[in-house]
């Protein structure tokens, strides 16, 4: 339970309808496969003790007495185990039948949940048997012990910090206003479903949709355990669809009409951090009455998806469509700039590399939007010390190709005249070296957006500005930067869609090109004519980078989670000490350089994460990273150990 990971499990035992002596066996036995897996809190099937399809029999004493009868050998089997388990069964209490869900913890009846929204239409026809339940919690007796009965019960664990459990019950999810909202407002982190929900053609994506949207809107780990084989197929078939979500992520699903154990972890401070984050999630009191329940302490392995690439869709379907929702929310971005400013032409430095070619390419679709010509787009290559013969070549047939506007300034003499100005030595490579290329391209871009009447677009993006990795006053200054919520992984991405889309087969080729070309910024002189200076041998691989940014800013973790979870996304790729060097770096660089992010030009906002100092990310440029980095030098002894 490290980090605060939690192992649940949704498991669909076969049953037998009406044999509660049998049910009451493969319920133990579907409950010791959980916790033989690890799980903490397990749950299992609406009415699973008798069966959901018993119909009339629920009237029976017989069976009524036999469901008490399996609870108590549930109960008992339960005792030797660490996990809070929720069954489902009916329970008489004055003279009306209840559906309930009963938690159990170590032998001891935490509390009995009834179902509150009893359906009475179509196939169902429980409002037949069942009463809606209470919300205020009533004392009861069961199996002999002494409890709650109630939809005002949730059930806290006091060794995990925020796990907080609230219960709904199949058609509860269902309607208008499930119980869940009330719970999820006052304090549970996790709702479990005990459900007995049937199939039918198209059922299966609506389920799965209400699973996921409601662990999307209550910012909740959702726990679904479905009725399958076993119940009576008289007039329904159950498929043991098994879910668990987490805000609006599915972790895991059941394959249909097989009865199974489904298991993942749900991230409890995620949860809570995603909580703060919403401001408008607000808590409520609503005369709840908290049970509190302990678990032992134990080291989670984690089954989780754990994406290397977060900002990417992994289906490549989903990856297309968002490749071009992506395109058209920058182009229209820059269409409403130039718009608005009267502005008809656009100036862009064109260096031969991934970032500068988004930005052309997203320049190009805002000038079809508005029906103006390409040629009123300044692609401006300019030559440096560090240029080369290929990214020079690409960048002068990317711009023909597109029908833009060619101009080339070559910085080298000016920028010389500028060192003897300042007395720099031409032969020593530092940052000012750099650097003075950098603002020089600037300056240029700028001078002449204001002759042509025109608008600099900024070609940086999302990753360079996380790692500081712009020249201050240079490229990290534009009138608009199309580029800077896109994270360097994606835009990879995003440069093949077009390559892909585009239908131009010169234009393609210098695309592929482009992407199969390092990164560099070009600011140190060639070594035989190849780039010398690779960006990723000095700040670290940007899928790491993407990785850090991702987890910290749009999830919160701390270091050390992140650096686990680093450890599952790229196993095989990267050894524990890389990742950790290069985390360091990442969170040295990311408070060192916010003074740059603090003053960023206007962009478009295109995914969940973005470091504008106006929207998404409000730091002082003088935060110190000291907390951060200890954190990680705890971590030295154990990396160094393997």
């Not at 949704?10 to 897996?37: F, S």
């Not at 119909?55 to 549930?74: H, K, N």
């Not at 199969?516 to 899928?543: A, W």
Request: proline content about 4%; charged content about 25%; hydrophobic content about 40%.
């Amino acid at each position: 339970m490290r980090d605060g990971f939690i192992k649940v499990a949704a498991v669909t035992p076969k049953i037998r309808v009406a044999d509660t002596v049998y049910n009451a066996k493969e319920i133990c036995e579907g409950i010791r496969g959980a916790t033989e897996q690890g799980a903490k809190v397990i749950v299992l099937p609406e009415l699973g003790v008798t069966g959901y399809t018993c119909g009339d029999l629920f009237l029976q004493a017989t069976l009524l007495d036999g469901a008490l009868a399996a609870l108590e050998e549930i109960r008992a089997f339960t005792e030797g185990c660490d996990a809070l388990v929720f069954v489902g069964l009916p329970f008489s209490y004055k003279g009306k039948l209840y559906n309930v869900a009963a938690a159990l913890k170590g032998g001891e009846i935490l509390g009995l949940v009834p179902k509150t929204c009893i359906p009475g239409y179509n196939e169902f026809y429980e409002t037949r048997y069942f009463a809606q339940g209470m919300e205020d919690a009533v004392e009861v007796v069961c199996c002999g012990q002494q409890t709650l009965m109630g939809t005002k019960l949730l059930f806290a664990c006091e060794g995990v910090d925020g796990l907080v459990v609230g219960v709904e019950i199949c058609e509860d999810l269902w309607t208008p206003e499930p119980p869940g909202i009330r719970h999820a407002r006052n304090g549970a982190t996790v709702l479990v479903n005990l459900s007995a929900s049937n199939e039918t053609v198209g059922k299966e994506v609506y389920r799965k949709a209400l699973v996921c949207g409601q662990s999307a809107r209550l910012l909740c780990g959702y726990v679904y355990a479905d009725a399958g084989e076993g119940e009576s197929t008289q007039d329904v078939v159950y498929s043991g669809h098994n879910l668990i979500a987490e805000c609006g992520r599915l972790l895991q699903e059941a394959p249909r009409f097989t009865n199974d154990i489904t298991v993942s972890e749900i991230d409890v401070p995620r949860i809570a951090a995603e909580r703060r984050r919403m401001t408008t999630f607000t808590m409520r009191e609503d005369g709840y009455q908290v049970i509190p329940f302990t678990l032992v302490m134990e080291e989670t392995a984690l089954t989780r998806p754990v994406k290397a690439l977060p900002f990417v869709p992994q289906n490549e379907a989903e990856r297309k469509e968002r490749c071009a929702e992506i395109l058209a929310m920058q182009a229209a971005g820059l269409k409403k700039r130039l718009e608005h400013t009267n502005c008809t032409t656009a100036v862009v430095g064109i260096s031969g590399g991934l970032d500068s070619t988004l930005a052309l390419l997203v320049t190009v679709r805002a000038f079809d939007l508005l029906g103006l010509s390409h040629g009123n787009i300044k692609a401006v290559t300019m030559p440096g010390f560090g240029t080369t013969d290929r990214t020079y070549d690409n960048a002068v047939q990317l711009i023909r190709s597109l029908g833009a506007d060619f101009t080339e300034v070559d910085i080298r003499e000016s920028v010389q005249v500028h060192f003897r100005d300042i007395g720099q030595d031409v032969a020593v490579h530092d940052v000012t070296y750099e650097n003075s290329q950098a603002r020089e391209r600037t300056q240029i871009l700028m001078d002449l957006a204001n002759k042509e009447n025109g608008m600099v677009i900024g070609t940086g993006d999302l990753s360079e500005l996380a790692l500081g990795w712009a020249t201050y006053n240079g490229d990290h200054m534009s009138m608009y930067a199309v580029n800077a919520s896109v994270p360097k992984t994606l835009m990879r991405h995003l440069v093949q869609f077009y390559a892909d889309t585009c239908g131009d087969v010169v234009l393609k080729g210098v695309l592929l090109d482009i992407l199969d070309t390092p990164v560099s910024p070009e600011l140190l002189p060639p070594e035989d004519g190849r780039i010398s200076q690779e960006t990723e041998n000095i700040v670290g691989p940007y899928e790491l980078h993407d990785f850090y940014l991702y987890h910290m800013l749009r999830e919160g973790c701390p270091p050390k989670k992140i650096f686990r979870l680093a450890g599952v996304a790229f196993a095989g790729i990267y050894d524990s000490a890389t990742i950790l060097k290069w985390e360091k770096i990442f969170y040295r660089r990311f408070f060192s350089q916010q003074f740059k992010r603090s003053c960023l030009p206007d962009g478009p906002k295109v995914g969940s994460v973005a470091v504008s100092p106006r929207g998404d990310l409000r730091m002082p440029s003088d935060a110190c990273a000291r907390i951060w980095l200890e954190e990680l030098e705890e971590l030295n002894d154990a990396v160094s150990q393997g």
